[in-house]
């Protein structure tokens, strides 16, 4: 007996060029910039213990306030200066990577997982769990997000972990909306009728068929809610609704460093240079995802 | 537009303050740390009955389906409370802040609606030139920046270093105008008190400039897009046959529909920036909505974070509803 789950499944694996789309990516210079720098991050965040220079909780009040070696004042050991209690600057960066991308991934992949199951299962199955869930979207998104995230951070305390949480109960409708709209628009095409009549169970249609052909969307919504989770933590954190004192993180770095913006630039300057840095390599490489997959949509 | 549609988001209103309110309330009690602790502190001679008298006095002692009635009830009549904290009626206190806030988001939206309508316009006439790159390239800047962090560098540059503007507050003191409407420029200019008005302006530059910049590239996207395909319409080319001048096709034929998403994309702007007010009132200490519900969350503020909260969300809802109404009176192709 022919599988009929195998065929639909070599026919969806041939759906438009995915290697192909890849290679454009890699044609595009400012996506291949997106990505290095990316990488950079990634691998700051991966090794901050071996590349941070000093201990970024070790203070030295003597050393306090030194601007980046390159001013006056400045000292060799501290690359880009020392902070209010004498911390190395950029031991603390390096360590703050840590919190920005865990955060920014954990979303990511907590909240596409939420919204995007859920996405494909109201789009695929439709009816009352369809309306019921997209009722559920629409009071989600009808909330500001920053105020709930900031009720939600004040009720479970600060901590990367309920960042993640928070973030992505506010932000899985994203997901959701966009996942359901594309599998209603895939759930009526031959391939997925072809495995209906071939009598493939439905789970197995949506997960093996359906969800492979819209992953590419997928991927796009994901890098550009990567961004926009790593630029919302750093807010959280500036507002103090982010990390517990003591951990570096980008954005209360920032914080902390508004109260010498006269006398010590760098303290705010560097970290939030970072963050634009991150989110601009992150939307990069979205951007070029997108004309890959799309190339109609290239601007 | 039908009037079922009219009542129907009207109702949907309703119930979205209510899912709101409820939220709120359940979030605010299940929050660790009691306001009455944090209020008395930890003084020794303060005793277990004062603080009971202070429940009681906040009607804090009341089961939670009391409270959340009496809230609600408080809601449909005005009456939002007391401030915990403050010690002053809630309303009040929104009452005076909510201009503060609606100041700062009219004055970024004209700030992001001036920078990103003419950048979307160049962008798109010159459409893949090394101008349209360098926009969008700034323009993928403009979205990647934390407002936060373009504040703080905004007050180094032109607070600390030039020395133009003020970085922090509204006005200074002994310049508050009459008040009027609350708006600290439009009283200044009713009541014709120019020393004011400048004050008031060079106040609301930094801020206006820092919230509007991010949604300033978001038109200009929009706009350049939505150009690019208007330009390339039937009507566009009959307007060129005819031999009409140039900048009569592009700003009253081209611009004039191009500019139709602008409307949804404004009450998404608006809606955002009042949410987003959190971060732009804590950065220049604008005293508005913002920066009171954050201290209101961090002291612990029942009533005053529930009123505040309540009161963003409802406005942030009904900017939507208007938008909707909006978008079928200028495109009559849009019926609900």
Redesign the interface.
């Known amino acids: 007996m022919v599988d009929g789950t195998a065929i639909a499944a070599r026919v969806a694996r041939r759906a438009p060029g995915r290697r192909s789309s890849l290679r454009r990516l890699l044609g595009y210079p400012t996506s291949v910039f997106g990505l290095l720098v990316l990488l950079f991050f990634v691998v700051l965040a991966v090794f901050a213990p071996l590349l941070a220079p000093f201990d970024p909780n070790a203070g030295n009040l003597l050393r306090r306030l030194r601007p980046p070696m390159w001013l006056d004042g400045g000292l060799s050991a501290h690359l880009i200066g020392t902070d209010q209690l004498g911390r190395d600057l950029l031991s603390q960066m390096i360590f703050g990577a840590r919190v920005s991308l865990s955060v920014g991934v954990g979303v990511v992949l907590l909240s596409g997982l939420i919204g995007g199951g859920l996405g494909l299962v109201a789009g695929y199955l439709r009816g009352r769990i369809d309306t019921v869930l997209s009722r559920l979207a629409d ?1 989600t998104l ?7 995230a ?3 951070m ?2 479970l ?1 600060p901590g990367v972990a309920n960042l993640v949480l928070v973030l992505s109960i506010t932000g899985w409708p994203h997901f959701f909306r966009l996942m359901r709209g594309e599998v209603l628009v895939e759930r009526e095409k031959a391939y997925v009728e072809a495995a209906r009549a071939l009598g493939a169970h439905r789970v197995s249609i949506m997960l093996r068929h359906v969800a492979r052909n819209v992953f590419h969307t997928f991927l796009v919504v994901a890098t550009v809610r990567l ?1 926009l989770a790593v ?1 919302s933590e ?2 959280l954190s ?3 609704f982010g990390v517990p004192p003591g951990v570096p993180a980008w ?1 209360s770095m ?2 902390i ?2 109260d010498y ?2 006398t010590a ?1 760098w303290l ?2 560097a ?3 970072a ?2 840095l991150l ?2 390599s992150v ?2 490489v979205g ?1 070029g995802l997108r004309d890959a997959f799309d190339p109609r949509m290239r ?1 | 537009m039908s009037i079922a549609f009219l009542v129907h988001r009207m109702l949907q209103l309703v119930v ?1 303050t209510f ?2 309110a409820l ?2 309330f359940v ?2 009690r ?3 740390g009691d306001p009455v602790d944090m209020m008395m502190g930890r003084d020794d001679a303060v005793t277990q009955a004062d603080i009971d008298r202070k429940r009681r006095a906040l009607g804090l002692d009341r089961p939670m389906h009391v409270q959340f009635a009496s809230f609600v009830g408080g809601l449909v009549t005005g009456d939002l409370g007391t401030s915990l904290v403050l010690e002053r009626p809630v309303s009040g206190l929104l009452w005076e802040r909510l201009p503060a806030t609606i100041e700062l988001a009219v004055a970024a939206m004209l700030v992001s609606f001036i920078i990103g309508i003419p950048v979307g316009v160049v962008a798109a006439l010159r459409q893949n030139s090394l101008l349209d790159r360098v926009i ?1 390239g700034l323009n ?2 403009g ?8 504040g ?2 905004l ?2 540059l032109f607070s ?1 270093t030039l020395g133009w503007l003020p970085s922090l507050g509204r006005i200074a003191y002994d310049l508050v105008p009459v008040r009027i409407t609350g708006l600290y420029t439009l009283d200044a200019l009713l009541s014709w008190n120019l020393p004011a008005l400048q004050n008031a302006l060079a106040h609301l530059f930094l801020p206006a400039l820092t919230a509007g910049t991010a949604y300033a590239a978001i038109i200009a996207r929009v706009v ?2 939505s150009m ?1 395909e208007v330009l390339r319409q039937d009507f566009i080319r009959t307007a060129w046959s005819k031999g009409l001048q140039p900048r009569r096709i592009v700003l009253g034929h081209a611009l004039r529909n191009a500019l139709i998403p602008m409307i949804t994309i404004g009450g998404l702007e608006a ?2 920036l ?3 007010s ?2 732009i009132e ?2 220049f200490s604008w005293p508005g909505l913002g920066r009171l ?2 201290m209101s ?2 002291g612990r503020d029942y009533a005053l ?1 529930q009123g505040a ?1 309540v009161l ?2 409802v406005l ?2 009904a900017i ?1 509803l208007i938008v909707d109404i909006a978008y079928s009176l200028v495109d009559p192709r849009v019926r609900w």
């Open positions: 009071w009808a909330f500001p997000f920053l105020i709930l900031i009720l939600l004040g009720l305390g961004g630029l750093a807010g500036y507002l103090g954005g920032v914080s460093g508004q913006v006269e630039w705010s300057a970290p939030g240079l963050i634009l989110v601009l939307n990069l951007e601007p | 979205v899912v709101i939220t709120v979030v605010l299940l929050t660790p969008m993928f800047i979205l990647s920046m934390p407002s936060f962090w373009q703080i560098m007050i180094l600390v350049r897009s690019l809606g955002s009042l949410s987003g959190v971060v804590t950065v519900i954050v969350i961090q974070v909260v963003l969300c942030y809802v939507s």
